[in-house]
């Protein structure tokens, strides 16, 4: 059974930095494609960012360019998202959802305020 | 990244059929399909449909979704009250190498 959980999120003030994770199971991890994806409280979905199976290429949202890095650990399992430069307009629960997002975690939230 | 076009909205009786459009263009919808998810209340989306009408193991057979040019369509049929929920399409777009989403419909059975 496929699995995505991720963990990570929190509150932070604007400008910080935190550090998503998403630990993946049921299937051959290197095999996908990954994504983050966003859901600001009452709105719709946001795609964040692509990381292939192999780590590159790599794409990202123009709206968190140069803020956030995509990475993954293919031996670990699991995927992850560096958030720095951080505004209150990035206050999301963050989805990880596999390749064609046929799969999704429960998401994690964040909350960016002061 | 400008996003794909659902109607916000669409309300239908028990027991009828609801179709549901997501408008993009020949870069995403029409060239790669689109995928349908739906979304409960405090839930994440759940695949309902991949690469046009394709469904994945377990979705009911009253999802059903097709496209036409840069339209892509959902139809519920047989409409039940577990269907009222959020209906997100998302399509890959090869000309600017990211996901896009429709803003959503949200369903309600009448």
């Known amino acids: 059974e496929v699995q995505l959980v991720e963990s990570g999120g929190g509150l932070v003030q604007p400008g910080g930095s935190l550090r998503l994770s998403c630990a993946a199971s049921?299937?051959?991890?290197?095999?996908?494609?990954m994504n983050w994806v966003r859901q600001a409280p009452g709105k719709g979905l946001e795609w964040v960012s692509h990381i292939s199976g192999s780590g590159s290429p790599i794409f990202y949202a123009d709206s968190v360019k140069g803020r956030f890095t995509i990475s993954r650990d293919n031996a670990k399992n699991s995927l992850y998202l560096q958030m720095n430069s951080l505004r209150d307009e990035d206050t999301a629960l963050y989805y990880c959802a596999r390749g064609t997002i046929d799969y999704w975690g429960p998401g994690t939230l964040v909350t960016v305020s002061s | 990244q400008a996003g794909l076009t659902q109607p916000p909205s669409v309300s239908k009786g028990l027991r009828q059929t609801a179709t549901l459009t997501c408008t993009g263009n020949n870069n995403n919808v029409g060239n790669q399909g689109a995928v349908w998810l739906q979304q409960h209340q405090g839930h994440p989306p759940k695949l309902l449909s991949y690469?046009?009408?394709n469904r994945p193991s377990g979705i009911s057979e009253r999802f059903s979704a097709s496209r036409s040019g840069n339209t892509a369509s959902l139809t519920i049929t047989g409409l039940q009250p577990e269907d009222e929920a959020d209906y997100y399409c998302s399509a890959w777009d090869s000309n600017l190498s990211a996901w896009l989403f429709g803003g959503g419909t949200k369903l309600t059975v009448l």
């Open positions: 049921g299937f051959t991890f290197s095999n996908y494609g």
């Open positions: 690469r046009n009408n």
